[in-house]
């Protein structure tokens, strides 16, 4: 079964840092573009990141840029998102996807005080 | 930034009813528009892609047209278990802007 599962959310002060991963099953992500959306608690959804297949391509939101990085790992059919200086607007469920057809079902991440 | 904009915000229909939700972009985004469909808990679950291609595995009764700027988006008869948020996504530019949301209700 082709299947994405994310982990590594939890509660985090603001100016923290969180690692999310996202690990692959069912095929290879090595041949995949690959993205990460958010959705903030009540609001729609907001992509946030996009690496192509071999990680040469790497493109972010204005509204993530200089804070998360996305990286991947192809051996480990896995991918990353490092976050650092986290604010309370950071607050949402967190997927990966690949490209826009599969879809993992979130991690949720809180940034509070 | 693309901006993408949909209407309505929110609508209630019967079970049988034939639904439409258009999806307007700011600027030519060609066909590359994706629909999306997503319910509480769950991962978000893509429908449509290529503005008018219907994913493996999803039920013929959603539909969708359009190129450019103006898309549209229909269910030809509302199922209970069509009860959702359904978002538009254009992929032409980054960053690949989703529009606000419709919520369907029975």
């Known amino acids: 079964e082709v299947q994405l599962v994310e982990s590594g959310g939890g509660l985090v002060q603001p100016g923290g840092s969180l690692r999310l991963s996202c690990v692959a099953s069912?095929?290879?992500?090595?041949?995949?573009?690959m993205n990460w959306v958010r959705q903030a608690p009540g609001k729609g959804l907001e992509w946030i990141s996009y690496?192509?297949?071999?990680?040469?391509?790497?493109h972010y939101a204005d509204s993530v840029k200089g804070r998360l990085t996305v990286s991947r790992d192809n051996a480990k059919n896995s991918l990353y998102l490092q976050m650092k200086t986290l604010r309370v607007e950071d607050t949402a469920v967190y997927y990966c996807?690949?490209?826009?057809?599969?879809w993992g079902n979130g991690t949720t991440v809180i940034v509070s005080s | 930034d693309i901006q993408m904009t949909q209407s309505p915000s929110s609508l209630s229909a019967s079970v049988g009813d034939r639904v439409t939700i258009t999806c307007q972009a700011s600027q030519d985004i060609k066909k590359y528009l994706n629909w999306f469909q997503l319910k509480p808990g769950k991962a978000p679950k893509l429908l449509i892609y290529d503005a008018s291609n219907l994913e493996t595995g999803v039920p013929s009764r959603f539909s969708g047209s359009g190129s450019a700027t103006h898309f549209t988006f229909t269910i030809s008869s509302l199922q209970p278990e069509d009860v959702a948020t359904y978002y538009c996504q254009q992929y032409d530019y980054i960053p690949k802007t989703f529009g606000p949301g419709t919520k369907v209700d029975i």
């Open positions: 996807a690949r490209r826009e057809d599969v």
């Open positions: 069912g095929f290879s992500i090595s041949s995949y573009g």
């Open positions: 690496i192509s297949s071999s990680g040469s391509i790497i």
